[in-house]
C-alpha cells in the first residue's frame, strides 16, 4: 500500500509556471506506475499525465501536451508535474494516483491522495 500526498497548488496568472508534488510513502514507490489527473465540480476525473516505474514512458493527454512534465525520483518517494504556460482552463483540483501499470483512466488507479488546487485567474 502507498500514501499520496499532494502539495503546491495555488492561484496564478495566466501564462504563468507551477510545480505540483506529490510525496508518497509506504512500500515499493518505485515499483508503481503514477499518474496526474484533474477534476473541476460536476466533471468527471480528467487524465493529465502518466509516467511508468523507470520513468522511460511518459504518457500526456492533450490539452497538456508541450506545456506539462511529469517526473519521478524513485529514491525520495517523490512524483511531480511541471506546468507552464498556464490557462484558465488548467484550473482544477489536482490529483497523483499510483497504479500497477500505466495508466490513462482513473477507473484504474488503485492509490489517490485528497488533491491540491489550482487556479489560473488574473
Known amino acids: 500500500q502507498v500514501q499520496l500526498v499532494e502539495s503546491g497548488g495555488t492561484t496564478v496568472q495566466p501564462g504563468g509556471s507551477l510545480r505540483l508534488t506529490c510525496a508518497a510513502s509506504?512500500?515499493?514507490?518505485?515499483?508503481?506506475?503514477m499518474a496526474w489527473f484533474r477534476q473541476v465540480p460536476g466533471k468527471e476525473r480528467e487524465f493529465v499525465a502518466a509516467?511508468?516505474?523507470?520513468?522511460?514512458?511518459?504518457e500526456y493527454s492533450d490539452s497538456v501536451k508541450g506545456r506539462f512534465t511529469i517526473s519521478r525520483v524513485n529514491s525520495k518517494n517523490l512524483l511531480s508535474l511541471r506546468m507552464i504556460n498556464l490557462a484558465p482552463e488548467d484550473s482544477a483540483v489536482y490529483y497523483c494516483?499510483?497504479?500497477?501499470?500505466?495508466?490513462?483512466?482513473?477507473?484504474?488507479?488503485?492509490?489517490w491522495g485528497k488533491g491540491t488546487l489550482v487556479t489560473v485567474s488574473s
Open positions: 509506504g512500500r515499493d514507490f518505485g515499483s508503481y506506475a
Open positions: 509516467i511508468n516505474w523507470n520513468a522511460e514512458r511518459t
Open positions: 494516483g499510483a497504479a500497477v501499470a500505466l495508466v490513462m483512466d482513473a477507473t484504474r488507479v488503485d492509490y
